[in-house]
């Protein structure tokens, strides 16, 4: 009798249930899943996850609750549609230290850290210049050189506002007294010149930007993509800056097979070129050059 009457009751429930659940359900399915959630890696989830509950959820028995399944499910959507995991959390490491990012920064990239290498090799532990940074972005890399070389006067410039916002919030919560200015890289004038100018400029061609991931076309910021017809626009302006001393070197990361023509822009602006780095991947990832 017993059985019998759950097994109705179950029978009933999942009746009454059933033009719902399956609804609710398929919605879920077509947002979360739109894009298979197969696409979404194991390590995207738990990162997403770990943002919400505070804890790696493989070393913790917590049970979410419902507030955070929720905002669980509109992190899962939001990478689903291609949204970068940085993006949706709010930050990135670099370097071993951790960046605020948002939708004007580019996110900083592993391969950008040959940079930081570069620059490590060539300048002692003490040095005590200034530094620009052209298109700093989130100011990943000027504010690693700045923890790196704690004796530098860092200043970093870009075309985006709301991108400096980010950079001088970074510059607040680790602690460095950089300044940050709005200015356009490619017409840059400065009374008193740097002993080191980096730059990751915008590299891509213009007609390839529609090519790349998802992830970086739709998300990222155009402005800190496009490099112009041939992807060397940014490259051309720099070389032409009169911004560094004669003893300084400039710091450029560069695109993957970018560097024989880069190097021949920046030696005909009278340039030489100090050494080429390579990133972990085995491609040439920044150039030193000196006056
Ligand atoms: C490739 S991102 C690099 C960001 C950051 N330095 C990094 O490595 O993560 C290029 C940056 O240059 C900035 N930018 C683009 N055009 C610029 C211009 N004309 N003058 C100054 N900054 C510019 C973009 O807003 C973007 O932040």
Redesign the pocket.
């Known amino acids: 009798m017993m059985r019998s009457s759950e097994s109705t009751q179950r029978n009933h429930r999942s009746r009454a249930e059933g033009p719902q659940r399956p609804l609710a359900h398929g919605r879920w399915l077509t947002q979360v899943f739109a894009r298979s959630v197969a696409e979404l890696s194991a390590i995207d989830t738990r990162v997403l996850l770990q943002q919400i509950i505070g804890v790696d959820p493989r070393i913790s028995s917590i049970e979410p609750t419902p507030a955070q399944i929720k905002k669980y499910k509109s992190f899962l959507v939001r990478r689903a549609a291609g949204e970068p995991v940085a993006y949706i959390i709010g930050s990135r490491e670099f370097y071993g230290r951790d960046f605020k990012v948002s939708s004007a920064?580019?996110i900083?990239r592993p391969d950008?850290e040959t940079l930081i290498d570069a620059a490590k090799e060539l300048l002692s532990p003490d040095f005590n210049g200034r530094i620009v940074?052209?298109?700093?972005?989130?100011g990943?890399?000027l504010l690693t050189l700045s923890k790196e070389f704690p004796h530098s006067t860092g200043t970093g410039?870009?075309?985006?506002k709301a991108?400096l916002r980010i950079a001088r919030a970074n510059a607040k919560s680790l602690g460095v007294k950089s300044t940050f200015k709005f200015?356009?890289?490619?017409d840059f004038t400065v009374a008193k010149k740097f002993d080191l100018v980096i730059a990751?400029?915008?590299y891509i061609k213009s007609s390839d930007i529609k090519k790349l991931q998802t992830d970086v076309k739709d998300f990222e910021?155009k402005?800190?993509l496009d490099g112009g017809r041939d992807g060397y626009d940014f490259y051309r302006a720099i070389a032409k800056l009169d911004i560094l001393k004669p003893q300084g070197i400039i710091l450029l990361e560069i695109g993957a097979g970018q560097a024989s023509r880069i190097e021949k822009i920046f030696v005909g602006a009278n340039y030489k070129l100090i050494k080429s780095f390579k990133d972990l991947a085995g491609i040439t990832r920044v150039l030193a050059f000196k006056l």
């Open positions: 920064t580019l900083p950008s940074d052209l298109g700093t972005g989130s990943a890399l410039i870009d075309i985006s991108a200015a356009d890289m490619r990751n400029p915008p910021p402005a800190a």
